[in-house]
């Protein structure tokens, strides 16, 4: 399933030939911003899709844009589309050339025919160029961006990204530290909120598990009787929780309980992890997602102790890393009656060694310090691969990704979707103007799905 968000731009109409230029005549860096871009000039630009930067099926994928003349007499330009894959592979050069009128505008309309996968498109004028002339210089001087990168898709959840098989042990580890997790008790502290006086009663919950240290969770619950179905909330790196971010709102008939991982977001004070994906990359029985992951099964254990908790109802949920801790909880433990999952990576560590170096770079740095080779270092990570518990989910899956998302990019997202068993209900719905954060409807989306889902 896809949702797009849609938006209508008002132009006038106008035909115009397409000429199609062979791959790689364009030189020019794509997807960066040119000096020039918001400089008053003749014509003006704006993407015209209809909010359809997703397509798939029969549908041939086109991009259009409105082009306005803001000058004073008749002038004609050169147009040059670049389209290319997310990892910025030329795949195809376009130009057109147009002539308008003072105050007239027209539409430009590109087409071509693609395979499964994320792409980028970055529109350019050609300066110096007359009416008529057949060339594209593709220097960078005789080019002017004019609208910035655009990610768009073909058909994403058919994008299959081949990864090396789980270790052979990966379910044995993984059923041994799941069962530790949960028959050795811990310690759960729960304190008062100040001034809780909203719609909701709302505590601080301190969870030492018994494998060590420690995570926090503001837990959210109804002031009168009664069982209530439980979301537990795995907070981002970026994210903090509040106590007021949802007691005001009493129409929730549920329990929330939103967590934030060891060494992030309520936890940040503890600054023994310091940059999370890399701490512990020596072993895998050390390393930072081992603990936040066994510390989603821990929050679960938390909610179901809870006595006026729904059992049959425990949904888990996140953004990011919390994503993916959701993710694993759900492929672990059978308790979960559906998860929702937001911009999920912690997948294809090939892809991510090139494209999201913010992550990675600190990890291949610990381990040059832990004194470790690479395929050490991805032996440890291969354990903490997504797309591998993404494998064993059985309970109902919604998945939301942000197009415009340069964080955790899409293809990352899907590799994991792309890994469940189709026999396992899921949907996904791709936001073609947002990026790493999930736009309001995302909320609706969640409930709505949670209400279609229980034990």
């Known amino acids: ?94 130009a057109q050339n147009l002539t308008l009128g003072p105050g007239d505008s027209s539409i430009v309309s590109f087409s071509c025919n693609l395979h499964p996968g994320f792409y980028k498109a970055v ?74 006086d909203g719609g909701r009663r709302v505590q601080l919950v301190t969870i030492n598990p018994p494998y060590g240290g420690e995570f926090k969770a503001y837990l959210f619950e109804p002031r009168k009787s009664g069982k209530f179905p439980v979301v537990i909330s795995f907070y981002d790196a970026d994210q903090v929780p509040s106590p007021a971010s ?8 549920r329990i929330d309980i939103a967590v934030s991982l060891r060494g992030q977001g309520l936890c940040s004070s503890d600054r023994s992890y310091g940059i999370y994906q890399a701490y512990g990359i020596k072993s895998r029985q ?31 949920e996140g953004r990011g890393t919390g994503a993916e801790v959701a993710l694993a909880v759900a492929a672990m433990d059978e308790r979960v009656a559906a998860v929702a ?24 740095e610990s381990a040059r310090n832990a004194g470790i080779s690479e395929n050490w270092m991805r032996n440890t ?21 942000g197009l415009q998302d340069e964080k955790i990019v899409p293809r990352l997202s899907f590799a994991s979707y792309a890994k469940i068993p189709d026999a396992t209900s899921k949907e996904y719905y791709v936001f073609p103007d947002c990026g790493h954060s999930a736009p309001a409807e995302w909320e609706l989306l969640k409930r709505n799905f949670y209400r279609k889902h229980c034990r």
């Open 246 to 253: 949802s007691q005001a709102d009493s129409s929730l008939n």
């Open 381 to 401: 990570l291969s354990y903490f691969n997504i797309a591998y518990f993404a494998a064993k989910i059985k309970c109902p899956v919604l998945y939301g990704v």
């Open 286 to 316: 050390d390393y930072y997602y081992k603990y936040a992951y066994l510390d989603g099964v821990k929050a679960l254990d938390f909610a179901y102790g809870l006595a006026n908790a729904d059992r049959n109802r425990i949904y888990v």
């Open 1 to 94: 399933m896809i949702h797009n968000r849609v938006h209508f731009i008002e132009a006038a109409f106008a035909a115009l030939v397409l000429c199609l230029i062979p791959s790689g005549v364009l030189n020019a860096q794509v997807g960066r911003y040119d000096t020039s871009v918001g400089k008053k000039v003749d014509f003006s630009y704006q993407p015209l899709t209809g909010g359809n930067f997703v397509f798939w099926g029969t549908t041939i994928p086109t991009l259009e844009y409105s082009v306005k003349s803001a000058g004073p007499r008749k002038d004609s330009k050169r147009i040059v589309l670049s389209v290319t894959s997310d990892t910025l592979t030329q795949v195809y050069t376009f």
């Open 123 to 196: 529109l350019y004028e050609e300066n110096g160029v007359k009416y008529g002339s057949d060339r594209v210089n593709g220097s960078k001087s005789d080019l002017k961006m004019v609208v910035p990168a655009i990610s768009f898709a073909f058909e994403p959840e058919k994008l299959e990204r081949r990864q090396p098989s789980c270790e052979k042990d990966f379910d044995l580890f993984w059923k041994l530290a799941h069962q530790d997790a949960v028959l050795m008790s811990g310690r759960n502290k729960l304190s008062k909120v100040k001034n809780n």
């Open 341 to 364: 999952a937001y911009a999920p990576g912690m997948t294809d560590f090939t892809y991510m060694t090139k494209w999201n170096k913010d992550f990675m770079d600190p990890i291949y």
